[in-house]
């Protein structure tokens, strides 16, 4: 079982940058994919970002694509998810999720194959 504690949301101006950190612990985090997503009140849950357990491969929601960047750091159990040219739209809380090791190249969006999420990390950008 593996836990995830984002960090790192908070409020910006329109045209500002943000850097999300996600800390996993207690299970195997290398072998993971590693998603964010995003939701805003009285809305369904929505893709941003994935990337592989090596790191090698990464996708983007077309809303953020060119904006924000994924990354992760397997030694210190983290993924990042930098996010430049922010826009009001972006406001949003922001989540960290984790699927199985299966130690895959094939990312997935779809949010019921990650099982491990975070608690969530709010991001307000104003106009």
């Known amino acids: 079982q593996v836990q995830l504690v984002e960090s790192g949301g908070g409020l910006v101006q329109a045209g500002g940058s943000l850097r999300l950190s996600c800390a996993a612990s207690?299970?195997?985090?290398?072998?993971?994919?590693m998603g964010w997503f995003r939701q805003v009140p009285g809305k369904e849950r929505e893709f941003v970002a994935a990337?592989?357990?090596?790191?090698?491969?990464?996708t983007y929601a077309d809303s953020v694509k060119g904006r924000f960047t994924i990354s992760r750091d397997n030694a210190k159990n983290t993924v990042s998810l930098q996010m430049n040219s922010l826009k009001p739209a972006d406001t949003a809380v922001f989540y960290c999720?984790?699927?199985?090791?299966?130690?895959?190249?094939?990312?997935?969006?779809?949010?019921?194959?990650?099982?491990?999420w975070g608690q969530g990390t709010q991001v307000t950008v104003s106009s």
């Open positions: 999720a984790a699927t199985q090791p299966y130690y895959s190249s094939t990312l997935s969006l779809r949010e019921n194959e990650y099982p491990y």
């Open positions: 990337i592989t357990w090596s790191g090698a491969i990464t």
């Open positions: 207690g299970g195997t985090f290398s072998g993971r994919l």
